[in-house]
């Protein structure tokens, strides 16, 4: 479990993180969302320790990592995984190397020890035998995926994955957050995900906390998000008219109001009279 304390940070005086908290547990994916520039990934970096606060705490499984130092901090560190925005693989470097680069700098296992756990991995993302390839050899998806790969292979307790999403297809997105929340629940991990993606938050969102110019506007799961009344979230989330249409019918179809079926006869022809509940109808 993460719990991130009252964090605040500003950078030359602007504040870009004002007094947000959140608790995030293990075993789910916790999404972080919001605009672009609201402070996904700045919080993200606070959490993780690469931005100091200027004020507030986060705390890893009830340990305050803020205040901590040396060898507990690194203990700590080597416990988390990250997938950075824009995958951040070595280019350099092939998919072996680049997944195998977490060992060579946290433990003195044998090459041979190590490469058998980079096949792990890699047979765990569903890329076995892409081994000797390199970044600009890989699809969109498959970078994801070695990112994701090298963000696992030190087995951690929590990990971070900003915008694992960006720039990939929608079935392929599917393909990226299905695994992540496999491997969350598989190993028990805290996933911390930032995201701007309305499938990932209706697919995987078990604790979603919304951003909104860098103060927590709102939080719940992906259920309460349908129904919640927050102008500024249903702005953002539901943005078009034809996403704002499927929600209200999502939230009759769940009052019993009015069927799938219906529903989607609605939303498909605009001039059906929907949201009218059947037992009215004239
Ligand atoms: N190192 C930095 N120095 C100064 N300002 C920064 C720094 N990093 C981020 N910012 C500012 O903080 C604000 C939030 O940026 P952040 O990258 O957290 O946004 P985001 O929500 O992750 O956006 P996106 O969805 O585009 O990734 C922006 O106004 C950005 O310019
Ligand atoms: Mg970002």
New binding site residues.
């Given amino acids: 479990m993460i719990e991130v304390k009252n964090i605040e940070k500003s ?2 005086g602007k504040v ?1 993180i004002d007094d947000v908290s959140a608790v995030m547990k293990n075993g789910q994916c916790n999404l972080i969302i ?1 605009s ?8 993200m970096k606070c959490m993780v320790g690469l931005f100091d606060p200027n004020a507030g705490s986060v705390l890893y499984n009830g340990e305050n990592f803020t205040e901590m130092t040396g060898a507990h901090k690194t203990q700590i560190r080597k416990e988390i995984g990250m997938l950075f ?1 824009g995958s951040a693989l070595f280019d350099s470097l092939t998919v072996e190397q680049n997944v195998m680069f977490p060992l060579n700098m946290f433990t003195k296992d044998s090459f041979r020890k190590k490469l058998d756990r980079v096949n792990e991995v890699l047979e765990r993302v569903n890329l076995i035998g892409a081994n000797k390839k390199y970044p600009s050899e890989l699809s969109g998806g498959m970078k994801k995926r070695v990112a994701l790969a090298r963000a696992i292979v030190l087995n951690p307790k929590y990990l971070f994955c900003d ?1 694992p999403n960006s720039g990939l297809d929608p079935q392929t997105s599917l393909v990226i957050d299905r695994l992540i929340k496999e491997i969350t629940e598989e190993y028990n991990i805290t996933t911390v995900i ?1 995201t ?1 993606d309305m499938n990932s938050v209706m697919e995987i969102g078990n604790y979603i906390l919304y ?1 909104y110019q860098g103060k927590k506007e709102w939080e719940g799961n992906n259920k309460e998000i349908i129904f919640s009344k927050n102008e500024k979230l249903n702005d953002f989330i539901f943005a078009s008219e034809f996403l704002q249409d499927a929600k209200d019918m999502r939230m009759l179809e769940e009052k019993g109001k009015i069927s799938r079926q219906r529903n989607m006869e609605a939303l498909l022809h605009k001039d059906a009279p929907i949201l009218i509940p059947p037992q009215q109808k004239p």
Avoid: R
């Fill in positions: 950078f030359d870009i919001g672009s520039g609201s402070g996904k990934t700045v919080l925005q915008e930032n701007h951003m």
